[in-house]
């Protein structure tokens, strides 16, 4: 018995569409969870967010323990009343932060042990302390397995090992985790580029049995081709009947080809970064407005969209801002760029329900390379 329910509208090849539903609503796949890293969706307010239609974002257990710290948090009544978020969180484990942040990260069989980026202030990150944080002291609606994430380029045997470490970890993260009808528990496959590994990996997975799955291990360098390679196998590992959650991803073409490929939910700090950095996500690529050629462009980024930051500012505006440097156009362009990763969500969904997606992923593939 699952916690939250996942019923499928439609498929469409491999791609489908649907409905997850939580005790903080419904979310609709596919899905894009824009990264509130801090406790914030950089740069926007929750008002801006949920107007751009996104239906639930993501936390960061890493960056929340070491400050505010998730026992104040707790206290304070939880990520959702803290920060004001009503809709559906999902929050990452902290492995992947531990890794790649951390001063010193060891890694036993027990836990992983780290310096904090922040102060050098030492911590040990166990599953069960991991759960402890997401579910009880942050009160997450989507909590993830503690796991460990290989650098790339990745060899076979420590690509092996961190996957069966993995798994184990997911097995105590499980028992931790007990029986929370409000919450629901997602397992995290690993095993690199390495096609066996991931079969074991989602076998093992399956054998524990979670309320979804996610497809981890990718987009740490590897590239959009090799990522593409993987995701013609992987999803198709895990259990057809859960959401299928591709961490870490990504740029709008690679949205599009893992859809094509049964993946349903997604998470990245793209378009908040680009935003703080001059650039822009449109249906014709990206856009890069700190470019003089943008100076005196009268038009807005997407006269169509329903975002005031995409359609009601010409170019030449927020490239003023940008070469400015004035804060208004990290605001604008983020608000922009998350209203465009939803826009493309919501567009996916629709070409699925109506049997048109192969049509809809050459006519983007074509518009992006133009």
Same mark, same amino acid.
């Given at each position: 018995? =699952? @916690?939250?329910?996942?019923?499928?509208?439609?498929? /469409?090849?491999? +791609?489908? %569409? !649907?409905?997850?539903?939580?005790?903080?609503?419904?979310?609709?796949?596919?899905?894009?969870?824009?990264?509130? =890293? @801090?406790?914030?969706?950089?740069?926007?307010?929750? /008002?801006?967010? +949920?107007? %751009? !239609?996104?239906?639930?974002?993501?936390?960061?257990?890493?960056?929340?323990?070491?400050?505010?710290?998730?026992?104040?948090?707790?206290?304070?009544?939880?990520?959702?009343?803290?920060?004001?978020?009503?809709?559906?969180?999902?929050?990452?484990?902290?492995?992947?932060?531990?890794?790649?942040?951390?001063?010193?990260?060891?890694?036993?069989?027990?836990?992983?042990?780290?310096?904090?980026?922040?102060?050098?202030?030492?911590?040990?990150?166990?599953?069960?302390?991991?759960?402890?944080?997401?579910?009880?002291?942050?009160?997450?609606d989507i909590v993830m397995q503690l796991d460990q994430c290989v650098a790339w380029p990745a060899e076979a045997p420590a690509a092996e090992a961190a996957m069966q470490l993995s798994a184990r970890w997911g097995a105590r993260s499980k028992a931790a985790f007990g029986d929370r009808p409000?919450?629901?528990?997602?397992?995290?496959?690993?095993?690199?580029?390495?096609?066996?590994?991931?079969?074991?990996?989602?076998?093992?997975?399956?054998?524990?049995?979670?309320?979804?799955?996610?497809?981890?291990?990718?987009?740490?360098?590897?590239?959009?081709?090799?990522?593409?390679?993987?995701?013609?196998?992987?999803?198709?590992?895990?259990?057809?009947?859960?959401?299928?959650?591709?961490?870490?991803?990504?740029?709008?073409?690679?949205?599009?080809?893992?859809?094509?490929?049964?993946?349903?939910?997604?998470?990245c700090v793209l378009p908040t970064r680009s935003g703080r950095h001059g650039q822009a996500w449109t249906w014709e690529g990206s856009v890069n407005l700190k470019n003089a050629r943008?100076?005196?462009?009268?038009?807005?980024?997407?006269?169509?969209?329903?975002?005031?930051?995409?359609?009601?500012?010409?170019?030449?505006?927020?490239?003023?801002?940008?070469?400015?440097?004035?804060?208004?156009?990290?605001?604008?362009?983020?608000?922009?760029?998350?209203?465009?990763?939803?826009?493309?969500?919501?567009?996916?969904?629709?070409?699925?329900?109506?049997?048109?997606?192969?049509?809809?992923?050459?006519?983007?593939?074509?518009?992006?390379?133009?």
């Amino acid at each position: 018995m =699952t @916690a939250f329910p996942f019923e499928i509208a439609a498929t /469409d090849g491999a +791609a489908r %569409t !649907g409905v997850l539903k939580t005790a903080r609503g419904d979310i609709r796949t596919p899905a894009f969870m824009p990264v509130g =890293t @801090a406790a914030t969706v950089k740069a926007l307010t929750v /008002d801006q967010v +949920a107007s %751009t !239609g996104a239906d639930i974002i993501l936390g960061n257990t890493y960056h929340l323990m070491l400050r505010p710290g998730a026992e104040r948090v707790a206290r304070l009544g939880g990520l959702h009343r803290f920060m004001r978020w009503e809709k559906p969180i999902l929050t990452d484990s902290g492995g992947f932060q531990v890794m790649s942040l951390s001063k010193i990260a060891k890694v036993t069989e027990e836990a992983v042990a780290f310096q904090s980026h922040i102060d050098g202030s030492r911590h040990i990150m166990t599953p069960e302390r991991s759960i402890e944080i997401q579910a009880e002291h942050l009160g997450s609606d989507i909590v993830m397995q503690l796991d460990q994430c290989v650098a790339w380029p990745a060899e076979a045997p420590a690509a092996e090992a961190a996957m069966q470490l993995s798994a184990r970890w997911g097995a105590r993260s499980k028992a931790a985790f007990g029986d929370r009808p409000a919450q629901a528990l997602f397992g995290i496959q690993q095993g690199s580029t390495f096609k066996a590994l991931r079969q074991e990996s989602a076998d093992r997975l399956v054998e524990t049995g979670f309320d979804g799955y996610a497809l981890g291990g990718l987009a740490v360098g590897e590239g959009h081709a090799a990522m593409c390679d993987v995701l013609d196998y992987a999803p198709a590992m895990l259990p057809v009947d859960r959401p299928r959650y591709l961490m870490g991803v990504g740029k709008p073409i690679d949205l599009v080809e893992a859809v094509a490929r049964g993946v349903d939910m997604f998470d990245c700090v793209l378009p908040t970064r680009s935003g703080r950095h001059g650039q822009a996500w449109t249906w014709e690529g990206s856009v890069n407005l700190k470019n003089a050629r943008f100076a005196e462009d009268d038009t807005p980024l997407d006269p169509t969209s329903d975002c005031p930051a995409s359609s009601q500012y010409s170019k030449a505006y927020l490239h003023h801002l940008v070469k400015s440097e004035e804060i208004l156009s990290q605001v604008l362009l983020s608000w922009h760029n998350i209203a465009f990763f939803q826009a493309l969500t919501a567009a996916m969904r629709a070409a699925i329900s109506e049997g048109r997606f192969t049509a809809f992923i050459k006519d983007f593939r074509d518009r992006q390379t133009r």
